[in-house]
């Protein structure tokens, strides 16, 4: 035989990736075969990459993990597809471009080139390049406009004044990654909020859905469901009406406590809310002025963080709801801005006594403290702060002695009646703004005529192209679509006459909320996809990422399909089935980073220890649910053990080159033991991975390469036919192990086996049920409390069988012999004892 790849029989990684490489060059291995229904279908994805220009330690993650699950499913017998490509929009290349003074296209094509070719094809991620994509690339993004316009036909898209971050030195809308600590990233000047036109999109209309969906996500990481919950956070409540004499008007407060209602000390407005307006137009007081203008200044994060609640008191007040039967009859109208604009109605009764914001806010500025709600039970009033439980009523006239529940029913009913009020669910969801004025993003098809308004670009002129931005573009630090003539001036569709186009850019997350369904049909010119391809092939079963993007674009992704499902174009309302919410890898207990100096490259570690030990090393130990810590030991160990299993199974095959692997029956092996060690470990190995069980199925490599080295360093005395039988399950474990060792594994097989055998395109061992149960059990023989022997026995062996079995085993005759016996025991299935005297 010859020898075709030349193993080197002392492991050498580097060498062996070269080769495997080399050998797949210019075949796509991991194609998958989109129209194959014959088969079952997975599809394994994991978030596509930023092209910063290189690969993180969190990529590797990730991309292991999806990797694993995809080469898994393929031996599984599925038709898998594991697609790649890349989240290209967004402002590290604008700010790449304008520190650089290269065009951001330009920047972002070396980037993906960079991580292609020397960081994502060196780990053994068995990525169909066929379908990869990339989102600022016209053919992309022509479907995200269309997505935009098919918006736009629904209802669903429209523009209203937003606020903004805008900084006064560069006369700029900022994103807010661009402002620090409410200062410009550039000029430091204290960024203010403006009032801008901007583009929407009413995912609100898909609250209740997004709301009572959740309960289909059983399969996606708790956590994320949880944060899902939170960021649409469903309520419901209580509209009460108090007058407002002084403006003949309601102001109308939402609460989910209408229990606490004889506890109101004050009604607080958003500095957003109507009434405000109408207030310092009325009342001309400097202190109300200021106050709601410091407010609109600070973004929400800051307004909700912010410890001290601050406000200000206005002349007006308005009239509590019971006036006739309340203690109190009126309170004041403040403004604070812990008040939300867009919650509920942005404005809330506060009730000092049983909500922490506002007994914090009645703290700061004196004002009363009603009690209206007791402890019930063995609950206690906590003393310096609301009591928030529910409880039993006081202080409430008619209601006394009621629970909250009881009470917050009653009190709505009475409301309702007097037309002062109604019940109401209200959503946290906000509308998902999708303007974005920066110049690095996909181009809204939109055009403004003086004539005829709002034009949308029809279908047909669809893409609208992005100009390419040349370094005199840049020049000032800030580029926008506004600069350029030529893209900003064209023709009403309409009429004709010269109008000039939208030049704020899509958010990069819209990018995002479509790419898994383009991935089953990218190089579609006709259609966003075939809905055929995407009903089959969606949901994703294993979605991988962090828990980072559980809220914006898992929510996000989510509302794309419920929309398009709507809209007829798929016949499913939920993306994904499984989202598996990977853990963060952290270097000395600390998130890795440039700062810190303790960044650990993707690039240097595979050059290092390989990509196999990578692979092996990164999932392993910890549940990847979890962080871990990253340990050079730790991937040095992986890559020692990569290498012991390597050199022992290289040196043993080169030696039974001659011996022709054969699938003959597996009575005729001559250690059944071996065989029994052999497929429990490969059963339990392949229930992890079924069960993503990720560091369990680490394990299990190194259980199963321990059983195989053992059995070589043992098969001084197989005849030929077990030599056969066990050359053949050599390549079986072989297989199995190309899952995590795809390199090793990969070169092994093409030299001793098949030249033109593939780890992937391959089928995951048969397993016999016969060797999943031993019928008999090892018990070890004790003479004198010394173990003398291991004899095998049935499981339901009896003792006089037993100890009759034992006295056959030479070396329990050897230790007995012409020795007086003086006790034999066999404790059921554990042990057997023999004393002797002598
Ligand atoms: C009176 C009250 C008394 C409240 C009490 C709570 C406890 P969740 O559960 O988060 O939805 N609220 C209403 N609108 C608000 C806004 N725009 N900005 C800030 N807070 C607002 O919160 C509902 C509660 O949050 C409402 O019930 C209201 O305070 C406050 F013992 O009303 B509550
Ligand atoms: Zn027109």
Same mark, same amino acid.
């Given at each position: 035989?010859?020898?075709?790849?030349?193993?080197?029989?002392?492991?050498?990684?580097?060498?062996?990736?070269?080769?495997?490489?080399?050998?797949?060059?210019?075949?796509?291995?991991?194609?998958?075969?989109?129209?194959?229904?014959?088969?079952?279908?997975?599809?394994?994805?994991?978030?596509?990459?930023?092209?910063?220009?290189?690969?993180?330690?969190?990529?590797?993650?990730?991309?292991?993990?999806?990797?694993?699950?995809?080469?898994?499913?393929?031996?599984?017998?599925?038709?898998?597809?594991?697609?790649?490509?890349?989240?290209?929009?967004?402002?590290?290349? #604008?700010?790449?471009?304008?520190?650089?003074?290269?065009?951001?296209?330009?920047?972002?094509?070396?980037?993906?080139?960079?991580?292609?070719?020397?960081?994502?094809?060196?780990?053994?991620?068995?990525?169909?390049?066929?379908?990869?994509?990339?989102?600022?690339?016209?053919?992309?993004?022509?479907?995200?406009?269309?997505?935009?316009?098919?918006?736009?036909?629904?209802?669903?898209?429209?523009?209203?004044?937003?606020?903004?971050?805008?900084?006064?030195?560069?006369?700029?809308?900022?994103?807010?990654?661009?402002?620090?600590?409410?200062?410009?990233?550039?000029?430091?000047?204290?960024?203010?909020? @403006?009032?801008?036109?901007?583009?929407?999109?009413?995912?609100?209309?898909?609250?209740?859905?997004?709301?009572?969906?959740?309960?289909?996500?059983?399969?996606?990481?708790? #956590?994320?469901?949880?944060?899902?919950?939170?960021?649409?956070?469903?309520?419901?409540?209580?509209?009460?009406?108090?007058?407002?004499?002084?403006?003949?008007?309601?102001?109308?407060?939402?609460?989910?406590?209408?229990?606490?209602?004889?506890?109101?000390?004050?009604?607080?407005?958003?500095?957003e809310h109507p009434l405000t307006a109408k207030i310092l137009e009325k009342s001309q007081d400097a202190k109300v002025q200021s106050y709601?203008?410091?407010?609109?200044?600070?973004?929400? $994060?800051?307004?909700?963080?912010?410890?001290?609640?601050?406000?200000?008191?206005?002349?007006?007040?308005?009239?509590?709801?019971?006036?006739?039967?309340?203690?109190?009859?009126?309170?004041?109208?403040?403004?604070?801005?812990?008040?939300?604009?867009?919650?509920?109605?942005?404005?809330?009764?506060?009730?000092?006594?049983?909500?922490?914001?506002?007994?914090?806010?009645?703290?700061?500025?004196?004002?009363?403290? $009603?009690?209206?709600?007791?402890?019930?039970?063995?609950?206690?009033?906590?003393?310096?702060?609301?009591?928030?439980?529910?409880?039993?009523?006081?202080?409430?006239?008619?209601?006394?002695?009621?629970?909250?529940?009881?009470?917050? @029913?009653?009190?709505?009913? @009475?409301?309702?009646?007097?037309?002062?009020?109604?019940?109401?669910?209200?959503y946290q969801l906000r509308d998902w703004s999708v303007g974005r004025q920066r110049f690095w993003g996909c181009p809204i098809p939109i055009?403004?005529?003086?004539?005829? %308004?709002?034009?949308?670009?029809?279908?047909?002129?669809?893409?609208?192209?992005?100009? +390419?931005?040349?370094?005199?573009?840049?020049?000032?630090?800030?580029?926008?679509?506004?600069?350029?003539?030529?893209?900003?001036?064209?023709?009403?569709?309409?009429?004709?006459?010269?109008?000039?186009?939208?030049?704020?850019?899509?958010?990069?997350?819209?990018?995002?909320?479509?790419?898994?369904?383009?991935?089953?049909?990218?190089?579609?010119?006709?259609?966003?996809?075939?809905?055929?391809?995407?009903?089959?092939?969606?949901?994703?079963?294993?979605?991988?990422?962090?828990?980072?993007?559980?809220?914006?674009?898992?929510?996000?992704?989510?509302?794309?399909?419920?929309?398009?499902?709507?809209?007829?174009?798929?016949?499913?309302?939920?993306?994904?089935?499984?989202?598996?919410?990977?853990?963060?890898?952290?270097?000395?207990?600390?998130?890795?980073?440039?700062?810190?100096? +303790?960044?650990?490259?993707?690039?240097?570690?595979?050059?290092?220890? %390989? %990509?196999?030990?990578?692979?092996?090393?990164?999932?392993?130990?910890?549940?990847?649910?979890?962080?871990?810590?990253?340990?050079?030991?730790?991937?040095?160990?992986?890559?020692?053990?990569?290498?012991?299993?390597? +050199?022992?199974?290289?040196?043993?095959?080169?030696?039974?080159?001659?011996?022709?692997?054969?699938?003959?029956?597996?009575?005729?092996?001559?250690?059944?033991?071996?065989?029994?060690?052999?497929?429990?470990?490969? +059963?339990?190995?392949?229930?992890?991975?079924?069960?993503?069980?990720?560091?369990?199925?680490?394990?299990?490599?190194?259980?199963?390469?321990?059983?195989?080295?053992?059995?070589?360093?043992?098969?001084?005395?197989?005849?030929?036919?077990?030599e056969q039988i066990l050359k053949y399950l050599i390549k079986d474990y072989l297989i199995s192990m190309g899952v995590f060792l795809p390199?090793?594994?990969?070169?092994?097989?093409?030299?001793?086996?098949? #030249?033109?055998?593939?780890?992937?395109?391959?089928?995951?061992?048969?397993?016999?049920?016969?060797?999943?149960?031993?019928?008999?059990?090892?018990?070890?023989?004790?003479?004198?409390?010394?173990?003398?022997?291991?004899?095998?026995?049935?499981?339901?062996?009896?003792?006089?069988?037993?100890?009759?079995?034992?006295?056959?085993?030479?070396?329990?005759?050897?230790?007995?012999?012409?020795?007086?016996?003086?006790?034999?025991?066999?404790?059921?299935?554990?042990?057997?004892?023999?004393?002797?005297?002598?």
């Amino acid at each position: 035989m010859t020898i075709r790849f030349e193993v080197n029989v002392n492991y050498d990684h580097l060498e062996i990736e070269k080769k495997v490489d080399a050998n797949r060059a210019g075949k796509n291995e991991f194609y998958c075969e989109i129209e194959n229904k014959s088969k079952k279908k997975f599809y394994s994805l994991a978030m596509f990459p930023y092209p910063s220009g290189n690969a993180h330690m969190g990529h590797v993650l990730v991309y292991t993990l999806s990797d694993i699950k995809a080469r898994f499913k393929k031996l599984k017998d599925y038709e898998v597809l594991h697609p790649m490509g890349w989240d290209a929009f967004g402002l590290p290349a #604008e700010n790449a471009a304008i520190k650089n003074k290269v065009r951001p296209d330009l920047w972002t094509g070396a980037n993906i080139k960079k991580m292609k070719d020397d960081q994502l094809n060196r780990t053994g991620w068995s990525f169909d390049w066929d379908k990869e994509l990339n989102t600022c690339s016209p053919d992309y993004y022509k479907w995200t406009q269309w997505l935009f316009l098919e918006m736009l036909k629904a209802g669903k898209a429209y523009k209203k004044a937003g606020y903004v971050n805008w900084c006064p030195e560069d006369q700029t809308v900022l994103a807010n990654e661009q402002v620090i600590a409410g200062h410009c990233y550039r000029d430091g000047a204290v960024v203010e909020k @403006k009032l801008m036109d901007q583009w929407f999109f009413r995912i609100t209309d898909y609250a209740p859905q997004l709301w009572d969906d959740l309960a289909k996500l059983g399969n996606w990481a708790s #956590e994320a469901v949880a944060v899902q919950r939170n960021w649409i956070n469903k309520n419901t409540g209580t509209n009460i009406d108090f007058t407002v004499p002084a403006f003949n008007e309601n102001v109308r407060v939402f609460t989910t406590r209408a229990d606490t209602l004889f506890g109101v000390t004050a009604v607080v407005l958003a500095p957003e809310h109507p009434l405000t307006a109408k207030i310092l137009e009325k009342s001309q007081d400097a202190k109300v002025q200021s106050y709601v203008e410091a407010s609109l200044k600070k973004s929400q $994060v800051e307004r909700l963080q912010s410890k001290d609640k601050t406000g200000v008191k206005t002349a007006y007040k308005c009239r509590h709801p019971f006036a006739e039967s309340c203690a109190i009859k009126e309170v004041d109208i403040w403004i604070g801005d812990y008040v939300i604009g867009d919650y509920g109605t942005g404005a809330v009764m506060c009730v000092p006594a049983h909500d922490s914001r506002d007994y914090e806010f009645a703290k700061s500025f004196g004002l009363p403290v $009603v009690q209206v709600v007791t402890p019930t039970g063995a609950a206690e009033m906590p003393k310096d702060d609301a009591f928030t439980d529910h409880g039993t009523l006081i202080n409430s006239g008619e209601f006394d002695g009621l629970s909250s529940s009881q009470a917050i @029913k009653k009190i709505s009913a @009475k409301l309702i009646a007097k037309n002062l009020g109604e019940e109401t669910t209200t959503y946290q969801l906000r509308d998902w703004s999708v303007g974005r004025q920066r110049f690095w993003g996909c181009p809204i098809p939109i055009i403004y005529c003086d004539k005829c %308004g709002t034009v949308p670009v029809a279908e047909k002129d669809l893409p609208v192209l992005l100009p +390419n931005a040349s370094d005199s573009d840049m020049k000032d630090g800030v580029i926008s679509l506004k600069r350029f003539d030529s893209f900003v001036n064209t023709q009403c569709p309409t009429c004709g006459n010269a109008a000039t186009r939208e030049t704020d850019t899509l958010d990069t997350f819209l990018c995002s909320s479509w790419y898994a369904f383009r991935y089953l049909d990218n190089k579609n010119s006709e259609k966003i996809f075939d809905s055929k391809r995407v009903n089959h092939w969606m949901p994703i079963d294993f979605y991988v990422g962090g828990l980072e993007h559980a809220a914006q674009h898992m929510i996000y992704f989510r509302f794309i399909t419920k929309f398009l499902k709507d809209r007829g174009y798929i016949n499913f309302d939920e993306p994904v089935d499984h989202f598996f919410a990977n853990g963060m890898i952290r270097k000395d207990g600390a998130k890795m980073s440039k700062s810190k100096g +303790n960044v650990v490259v993707p690039t240097d570690v595979v050059e290092t220890y %390989g %990509g196999d030990a990578v692979r092996l090393y990164i999932l392993s130990d910890t549940p990847a649910e979890l962080d871990r810590d990253w340990d050079d030991k730790g991937i040095k160990a992986k890559q020692d053990f990569i290498k012991k299993n390597f +050199n022992v199974l290289s040196a043993y095959l080169e030696s039974k080159r001659d011996v022709q692997e054969k699938k003959l029956s597996l009575d005729k092996y001559q250690d059944q033991n071996f065989l029994f060690d052999f497929y429990i470990t490969l +059963n339990e190995y392949e229930q992890t991975l079924e069960n993503n069980l990720f560091n369990s199925a680490v394990a299990k490599v190194h259980a199963l390469s321990n059983i195989f080295l053992k059995q070589i360093a043992n098969t001084q005395n197989l005849n030929t036919e077990s030599e056969q039988i066990l050359k053949y399950l050599i390549k079986d474990y072989l297989i199995s192990m190309g899952v995590f060792l795809p390199f090793t594994s990969e070169i092994l097989l093409k030299e001793f086996y098949d #030249e033109k055998i593939s780890v992937y395109n391959n089928t995951w061992p048969e397993i016999p049920q016969k060797y999943l149960e031993r019928s008999t059990i090892s018990i070890a023989v004790q003479i004198n409390g010394k173990k003398r022997a291991v004899i095998e026995l049935a499981k339901d062996c009896s003792e006089s069988v037993a100890l009759e079995t034992a006295f056959t085993n030479s070396d329990v005759i050897k230790h007995t012999q012409g020795l007086q016996i003086l006790k034999k025991i066999y404790v059921a299935g554990k042990i057997i004892n023999i004393v002797v005297k002598g």
